[in-house]
């Protein structure tokens, strides 16, 4: 790959990691690049997960520095994201993405309209989460990010506002535990299977470690405002697009 071709997806991964420390959908940048670029479907795919795993840890150490981290919470979703990762990735063969499109461009149509009528949660009444439900979360948005994975930032975060009682800040940082452990599992099933080309990723990870610490800072000094327009921004996004794949 050309010199300034690396260059650019760089600067598009810094971009990426910015968004999806904020609300998720950072692929949405990132996969289309590096199919662009020539990759094949399969090998973007690994290459994109290789570079978003240092924007989603940038951004949770940025998150657990700031002390925005549910610590307790985050010793059992952690290790359950990778267990669903794991689990999500062993199944997908025997799942039909075509029929599934429809059923996550429901889910995230849900997803946006709960955010638009739900009475903003302030920071400093964040609710402690019943484990299991936090857990459950955990499991569950992290197989689906293991087999297929759009939206998965954004039902990360509004599962964990209304099942959970955090409020959007505290659900940003808390969905990064859970999307950085799938990423991880993620590298490493693809990267197995030689799919990621390290040095496309690599540099690639520059850009995403100044991104997911850029918006990281704008989710905590923004607050509210900011995670809800650009989660419903990236909800969007993902709408149009899997609407477009499906047609």
């Known amino acids: 790959m050309a ?101 996550v461009i429901a889910m995230l149509i849900g997803a946006a309209v709960l955010l638009v009528v739900r009475k903003p949660v302030r920071d400093q009444d964040a609710a402690k989460a019943r484990w299991y439900v936090a857990a459950l979360l955990a499991l569950v948005i992290a197989a689906y990010d293991g087999f297929f994975g759009p939206g998965t930032g954004t039902f990360l975060i509004v599962g964990f506002v209304a099942l959970c009682g955090r409020s959007l800040v505290h659900a940003s940082a808390d969905a990064k535990v859970v999307n950085f452990a799938s990423n991880i599992a993620a590298v490493g099933v693809l990267g197995y299977h030689g799919y990621v080309h390290w040095e496309v990723a690599l540099p690639m990870a520059v850009g995403q470690l100044l991104g997911g610490i850029i918006g990281a800072h704008f989710a905590m000094r923004g607050g509210e405002r900011v995670v809800r327009t650009v989660v419903l921004l990236v909800s969007f996004a993902l709408i149009a697009k899997l609407v477009i794949d499906l047609i």
């Open 3 to 103: 010199p300034l071709t690396i260059v650019l997806l760089s600067l598009a991964s810094l971009g990426a990691g910015t968004v999806d420390a904020i609300a998720g959908g950072g692929g949405l940048i990132t996969l289309p690049a590096l199919l662009a670029a020539g990759l094949p479907p399969h090998e973007a795919l690994g290459t994109n997960k290789g570079q978003s795993v240092w924007g989603s840890g940038a951004a949770l150490t940025a998150f657990w520095r700031a002390g925005r981290v549910d610590r307790k919470q985050a010793a059992y979703t952690f290790p359950l994201g990778l267990l669903g990762a794991l689990v999500g990735a062993s199944i997908v063969s025997m799942i039909d993405k075509d029929t599934l499109r429809p059923v």
